[in-house]
């Protein structure tokens, strides 16, 4: 593959002059994490290498790498990432939301497909590894001619999504959908080791396995008038009497009530908080409440040292008044707190799966943006 192809996947040709100029291409990528136990001395060698180091630490940091192990590889393999490409007619444009379509996790990925004008979208076929999965999929939002829907059911390493005019069906477009497991690894290397588990310490139970999964669980709370949060023990019951209302930047005053989601995923524990009607999601498939404005924050720890631990956040600390009384939903993983948290590709990774998560529950937000917070407990 050619440097400047890999640079366009990643919506960042602009540096392709700069990387040519280093003589960075795809034949020294896979081999960047070695350069750093070389000893160099003439002063070209040691600028090459500030810039091959530059050329690792920057994919990292926006969080697409450079590396990554096949889904059934060996952790330690070193290997060039880069997203897949569509192929096939040009009638369809396939985009995968929750993560790129070359590092999703878990079995399901929501999926974007822009249809053409000259094809009616009664008449597109959805198909994953050859199963019919049209039904999952909705023209969202109406009107645009576009198809979105969550795919479900995906295998460990590479599926293929296909879509087709079903009228003619050699009008059709492939993309490959590459999986890995929810419990990682996919940038960040092997698990580290030995890694103590803190899913009872934090309201989850009992771990489920070696990776520290724990089951999901739900949980509602409101702001009372008294500017405190109060667990809400019968969320679909009558209200209580001192349930304070909240204005979002969407100018909509709501009932001050937010639900919990809490889990585990590439082995931290996740939370995720966000206004909520319970009455309205008490039947059929979870949808947000009307006070969600349709954006997220992702609050990171601080520090520089990884700990051999899941870490502990108390449930709490998720109820953040500043970004839930404005109608954001709100997030936060033991692992962003661990504390290598926004130094390394490892935190990065799972701030992308929590945001992945997020974007499967909801259906994509419009933004996301990332505060610092306080470090957790120990």
Known sequence: ???????????????????????????????????????????????????????????????????????GAAGDTVHLTAPHRQTGSGQFLITTLSARNDLLSGDSALIR????????????????????????????????????????GLRRGDNTLLIRDERNQSTSSQLTLTDYPITGPILSGPHITPYECRTTQNGLGSPLDSDCSAATKIAYYYRSTSKTFKALTRPTGPRPTDLALTTTTDGRTVPYIVRVESGTINRGVYRIAILDDPAQS???????????????????????????????????????????????????????????????????????????????????????VSRSSKPARR
Request: hydrophobic share 40%.
């Open 1 to 71: 593959m050619d440097i400047a192809v890999w640079l366009l996947g990643l919506g960042l040709e602009q540096y392709e002059p700069a990387f040519r100029a280093n003589e960075i291409d795809t034949s020294v990528l896979p081999r960047l994490t070695a350069v750093g136990n070389r000893e160099e001395t003439a002063m070209s060698r040691l600028l090459k290498f500030r810039w091959l180091q530059i050329a690792v630490l920057f994919s990292n940091v926006i969080g697409f790498g450079l590396f990554s192990a096949p889904a």
């Open 282 to 368: 008490s039947t059929g498939p979870w949808k947000p409440g009307f006070g969600w404005n349709g954006k997220l924050v992702v609050t990171f720890g601080c520090c520089g040292s990884a700990q051999y631990n899941q870490g502990v956040i108390s449930p709490d600390a998720i109820l953040s008044d500043t970004e839930l009384s404005r109608g954001f939903a709100f997030a936060h993983s033991t692992e962003l707190f661990n504390p290598a948290a926004r130094e390394s590709p490892f935190a990065r990774r799972n701030a992308d799966d929590t945001e992945g998560l997020f974007h499967q529950e909801l259906w994509c937000p419009e933004a996301s």
């Open 113 to 152: 497909v822009g249809v053409s004008s000259a094809i009616p979208l009664t008449q597109v076929g959805v198909y994953l590894n050859g199963v019919k999965v049209t039904s999952a999929f909705q023209e969202t939002p109406p009107g645009s001619h576009v198809l979105q829907g969550l795919a479900t």
